[in-house]
């Protein structure tokens, strides 16, 4: 499956040292390897949104958005935040207006 990363997913990967930065490059590399969706460990389409997922990836969660498109399947990562910040009013807010 082809993926994309967001600028605020780029940044907050930047922030991340070590063990952190390598789970998440192991996830985008399943995520690349995968066909399916079913094919992701811990991933998860959210309640009340239309093509937004989440993947736990230790203390922090991906949030990406999935569209099926006539070209091709594509993953585009828009977020990736910690635990407490992922639930809160203003995720919430922004996932909501990406699931437009």
Known sequence: MKYRLSKDFG???ERLSGKDVRSVLAVLDEVERATTLADISDCKKLTGY???YR???GARRAFF???IE???DEVFFRYLVSRGQAYDKAMEKALRRADD
């Open 11 to 13: 940044r907050s990967l």
């Open 50 to 52: 239309k093509s937004v």
């Open 55 to 57: 993947i736990r990836i």
């Open 65 to 67: 958005t999935f569209h």
């Open 70 to 72: 006539i070209v091709g």
